[in-house]
């Protein structure tokens, strides 16, 4: 039985993890600030969350992390555009609030700023449809980790497969060699059977005295 460490992290450590991070690039906060409130939700230190997500997780999420950083960037811009758009304080001009000696004895009309309602209700559209173009990338960033993920398990179920075939060949191949080893041993033992049966039938030479007394070896088959 594989034995878990206590302080090992699980997939859904990671997801937790990474959609902290992603969501704190997004909102322009710091990934410390995401490790902090991932350690406190995990009971783990922040510098272990920050080892993590740049050891084992980052890697994964690179895509996400671009589109988050695209987002922050729009949102920050949209923000700006906001700032930039709500109406200043109208100053009302000297002349008009300081009345003439002609016209001292007079009544004098003041004059006020128009309101500025239809602007700042247009300015309100703006921001809310900025809110809602916030919320559609933020789920196509959701949408994307989840077919991350997914792609992530499949290749995980493919390696897995891909290992569990090349045991296989490593055992047929291995098997192979034993079988090859076995062939030649009885190869080799046939060649020196073969070998030992040919030497048995050469028969030894045979020799007889000439009229001079020299020795002559007779031809083979001759009496």
């Given at each position: 039985?594989?034995?878990?460490?206590?302080?090992a992290w699980?997939?859904?450590?990671?997801?937790?993890?990474?959609?902290?991070?992603?969501?704190?690039?997004r909102e322009?906060?710091?990934?410390?600030?995401?490790?902090?409130?991932?350690?406190?939700?995990?009971?783990?230190?922040?510098?272990?969350?920050?080892?993590?997500?740049?050891?084992?997780?980052?890697?994964?999420?690179?895509?996400?992390?671009?589109?988050?950083?695209?987002?922050?960037?729009?949102?920050?811009?949209?923000?700006?555009?906001?700032?930039?758009?709500?109406?200043?304080?109208?100053?009302?001009?000297?002349?008009?609030?300081?009345?003439?000696?002609?016209?001292?004895?007079?009544?004098?009309?003041?004059?006020?700023?128009?309101?500025?309602?239809?602007?700042?209700?247009?300015?309100?559209?703006?921001y809310l449809?900025?809110?809602?173009?916030?919320?559609?990338?933020?789920?196509?960033?959701?949408?994307?980790?989840?077919?991350?993920?997914?792609?992530?398990?499949?290749?995980?179920?493919?390696?897995?497969?891909?290992?569990?075939?090349?045991?296989?060949?490593?055992?047929?191949?291995?098997?192979?060699?034993?079988?090859?080893?076995?062939?030649?041993?009885?190869?080799?033992?046939?060649?020196?059977?073969?070998?030992?049966?040919?030497?048995?039938?050469?028969?030894?030479?045979?020799?007889?005295?000439?009229?001079?007394?020299?020795?002559?070896?007779?031809?083979?088959?001759?009496?």
């Amino acid at each position: 039985m594989v034995k878990v460490r206590q302080d090992a992290w699980s997939h859904e450590d990671d997801l937790l993890l990474a959609e902290t991070v992603l969501r704190h690039i997004r909102e322009g906060s710091t990934q410390l600030n995401a490790f902090e409130e991932v350690g406190d939700h995990l009971n783990r230190t922040s510098a272990a969350c920050g080892f993590r997500w740049n050891a084992e997780v980052r890697n994964k999420y690179e895509n996400a992390i671009d589109l988050a950083k695209r987002q922050r960037k729009e949102r920050k811009r949209a923000l700006n555009k906001t700032v930039q758009a709500l109406p200043k304080p109208v100053q009302a001009d000297i002349s008009e609030t300081i009345p003439s000696h002609e016209t001292a004895d007079q009544p004098t009309a003041q004059t006020y700023p128009e309101p500025a309602a239809a602007f700042n209700l247009d300015t309100v559209i703006k921001y809310l449809k900025s809110l809602k173009q916030e919320l559609y990338t933020s789920n196509q960033s959701k949408s994307s980790m989840q077919s991350l993920e997914s792609e992530n398990k499949s290749l995980h179920t493919k390696v897995e497969e891909l290992q569990k075939n090349l045991a296989d060949t490593e055992q047929q191949l291995h098997a192979m060699k034993e079988d090859y080893q076995t062939f030649i041993q009885i190869m080799d033992r046939a060649r020196k059977m073969t070998v030992f049966e040919d030497t048995n039938l050469i028969s030894s030479p045979s020799f007889r005295m000439d009229k001079n007394g020299n020795l002559e070896q007779l031809a083979q088959g001759s009496n």
